[in-house]
């Protein structure tokens, strides 16, 4: 097929070079192809030139020219303007020795810790191992641990074996004596020697090398293996990838004309046959098409030749191509980014090449609220609104934080285990729908009392939990749903209910609003009223648990819990209370307890609970009885936890301006806040682990008066209520 076309058509842009032979003028230049003659290797071709002026050449041959892919005339490399500097020949550059064993990569940072400060090595094996840093001073005067004394002992073999198989010296050059009595300079110091090691790198003399040896028990120091987290060469560091996507050379070699025409013809072979070949055919094949390459003639060889000329010109762009495909869709497979680049290389080669980078790693996916300034601003408000008491001043409080969550009667897990020579066989769920996986909204209260500060420590309350349901009547009678032989459908099992019966129904949450008798809701309000208030009530009355304490109720902002009779009643029985009511900015699920911590735990062990009661799908009184379980056996120290990871949380939120990318780090950049270190559990809540004690900024009614985070131009925000306390 390739001999019976022309090897370029009209239009295509090629790279034609010079030929100024007896008879011809032609130089070299870029151009179109205006018109071609013949047919594969025999094409001859007609190329206007873009520069210097246009002309028109004729009679071309494929050996004379190279196509050029339109990336590369794109792609300009701008020419930075620099001070004129003298010249000088520059050496050249010497490429870096990635070091694959432990003497090595000691060899290399003692090369490279001339002007590191003395203890370095000590200083930077605590910090991988995770144990208290110290100071310059204490790193050579703190007395040696025991996973200090191992680790020295194990550099020192390491490096002494090093030396032997070299030829080097294990001390270096020492000072000598003048016959006038001075001392004659030593020169430039070795760092590649037990001296520097002991001396400089952990900041001891050499005489402690020699009594370590002699007081470690040989048979313990050799069981000691030297911990690589020094020497380990870091994953980023840059070395000679010999990748034919990066190297001009190893393209080269790799892509002969010899071998773009075997490939060529393994794939006409599987086009032709598409029935899939084992890796012995697909090697036979090849071999065959190779051998076909020393029968072909000079003119097809050539026109092989100027497709790889083509082929390699592409290369600059392929790197760039793969970047691209990579930022657009970070889950696209390796094939199709071969795809992509027009199969320039192999799928494996490109996975090859981006793998070898120290940086690269795998992520799963997240979804973050899009936060536009406003938003931004009100994060930042609230946060400092929640560190500072609402700005209520030092006192004893009762923070509660309410919201809903729905609650699955089957949640499929990963990592579940099998093994037939245990009879522990895999488990399947069986469902006639996606639909009858049922599930129940729960709305859960949750408290902590404190004074002062969270950060001194409280109490952890479960104030309530409640399923999102209302009752409704029965419009006729009712019987239970059956299966036919079919699997349809049938209303034809025993009565269930008659018309004119009460039942309850799971339905949706509202702010006040009880809905009709068909479709009835199930208000917030009325919960408050009759559950919630009484509770807590009976909390901070006189001769309660919490006397005296003053509530700050908090929730989202909801669609339900912004209704405007909802938030009128919130904010007029709080008032009247001396309580405060104080919604949460918008999407800032991190900063409510239930949300962030509650619930995540809740879930998992719903899950656990649910998967005790046999291996199928639970009704919805089943979902709620393991719910209600899970909750009655929730410790209060996970609440008061909880409540403080929001503390911590809000000054995080500060710190970034109110940004929430913050939420996808690890670690301590993200949702660890180093709670642990701090506190420790009690029967009811958390506690301090040393004696510190904080406390609030002074009450301020003009900053408690002010809410920016919540929507000030709703009627049920306009009325303003007087501050709580005396000031």
């Not at 009223?529 to 006397?547: I, T, Y």
Request: proline residues 3%; charged residues 30%.
């Amino acid at each position: 097929m390739e001999n019976q076309k022309p090897f370029v058509g009209p239009g295509e842009l090629v790279q034609v070079c010079a030929r100024t032979d007896v008879g011809h003028n032609r130089p070299a230049g870029r151009g179109y192809v205006v018109n071609t003659r013949g047919v594969g290797a025999a094409t001859l071709m007609s190329v206007r030139y873009m520069q210097p002026d246009g002309r028109l050449h004729c009679q071309i041959t494929v050996k004379e020219i190279t196509v050029v892919s339109y990336g590369s005339i794109l792609k300009r490399n701008w020419r930075l303007r620099t001070r004129a500097k003298l010249f000088s020949p520059t050496p050249a550059k010497k490429s870096i020795i990635f070091a694959t064993t432990p003497e090595m990569r000691l060899v290399n940072d003692l090369k490279a810790s001339g002007k590191q400060k003395r203890g370095c090595r000590r200083a930077a094996m605590r910090i991988a191992l995770g144990l208290k840093p110290l100071c310059d001073k204490k790193l050579i005067t703190a007395r040696m641990e025991d996973c200090d004394k191992s680790q020295l002992m194990s550099e020192a073999r390491l490096l002494a074996s090093h030396l032997r198989v070299t030829g080097g010296k294990c001390y270096g050059r020492t000072a000598k004596r003048k016959r006038n009595g001075t001392f004659k300079a030593r020169g430039k110091r070795e760092l590649v020697s037990l001296l520097t090691l002991v001396q400089h790198g952990w900041g001891k003399s050499n005489c402690y090398l020699s009594s370590l040896r002699k007081g470690m028990n040989v048979a313990d120091a050799d069981a000691v293996f030297c911990n690589e987290l020094l020497s380990q060469t870091a994953k980023t560091s840059t070395w000679d990838r010999k990748s034919v996507i990066t190297d001009p050379a190893e393209a080269s070699r790799h892509f002969s004309a010899k071998n773009l025409f075997a490939w060529n013809q393994c794939r006409v072979a599987a086009e032709s046959d598409l029935s899939a070949v084992s890796r012995e055919d697909a090697d036979r094949r090849k071999k065959a098409a190779l051998n076909e390459w020393e029968a072909l003639d000079e003119g097809t060889k050539e026109m092989w030749n100027a497709k790889r000329r083509e082929h390699l010109s592409k290369q600059a762009l392929i790197k760039d191509i793969i970047v691209e495909e990579l930022k657009r869709d970070p889950t696209i497979s390796w094939e199709k980014v071969a795809g992509a680049t027009g199969d320039w290389c192999s799928a494996d080669t490109i996975r090859r090449f981006v793998t070898s980078y120290g940086s690269y790693t795998t992520y799963a996916e997240r979804i973050l609220p899009l936060l536009n300034s406003n938003q931004k601003h009100k994060h930042c408000h609230f946060a400092q609104r929640l560190l500072n008491n609402h700005y209520l001043g030092n006192g004893n409080y009762l923070l509660v934080h309410y919201d809903e969550k729905w609650f699955w009667s089957l949640v499929l897990r990963a990592n579940a285990k099998a093994c037939t020579e245990l009879d522990v066989e895999k488990k399947t769920f069986n469902v006639f729908h996606r639909n009858h996986i049922d599930k129940v909204m729960c709305l859960a209260v949750t408290g902590y009392a404190y004074e002062n500060s969270i950060e001194n420590g409280g109490v952890g309350l479960k104030l309530g939990f409640y399923r999102c349901e209302a009752a409704k009547i029965a419009q006729r009678r009712q019987r239970q749903a059956t299966k036919d032989a079919n699997g349809n459908t049938r209303y034809q099992g025993p009565v269930v209910r008659e018309k004119g019966d009460v039942y309850w129904v799971d339905t949706t949450v509202t702010g006040s609003s009880l809905g009709t008798s068909k479709d009835p809701k199930f208000p917030l309000k009325p919960v408050f009223e009759h559950s919630v208030f009484p509770n807590l009530d009976d909390l901070v009355k006189p001769g309660g648990k919490f006397e005296g304490y003053t509530v700050i109720i908090q929730g989202d902002q909801a669609g339900p819990h912004e209704e405007d009779d909802f938030v009128r009643y919130m904010r007029l029985e709080c008032s009247n209370r001396g309580w405060c009511f104080e919604p949460q900015s918008p999407q800032s699920p991190h900063l409510n307890n239930l949300d962030l911590a509650v619930f995540p735990a809740m879930s998992r062990r719903h899950s656990t609970e649910s998967r005790k009661r046999n291996q199928r799908v639970l009704k919805k009184e089943e979902i709620w009885d393991c719910a209600f379980q899970v909750w009655k056996e929730l410790p209060s120290c996970k609440i008061a936890r909880g409540f403080l990871q929001v503390r911590r949380l809000a000054e995080k939120v500060l710190a970034s301006k109110g940004e929430n990318r913050f939420l996808l780090e690890k670690g301590k950049k993200g949702l660890h806040c180093g709670g642990s270190a701090d506190f420790h559990d009690t029967a009811d809540g958390i506690r301090r682990n040393d004696s510190k004690i904080f406390t609030a900024v002074q009450a301020d009614p003009s900053k408690h008066a002010e809410r920016l985070h919540v929507h000030t131009e709703k009627a049920c925000w306009q009325t303003q209520y007087p501050f709580l306390k005396k000031v």
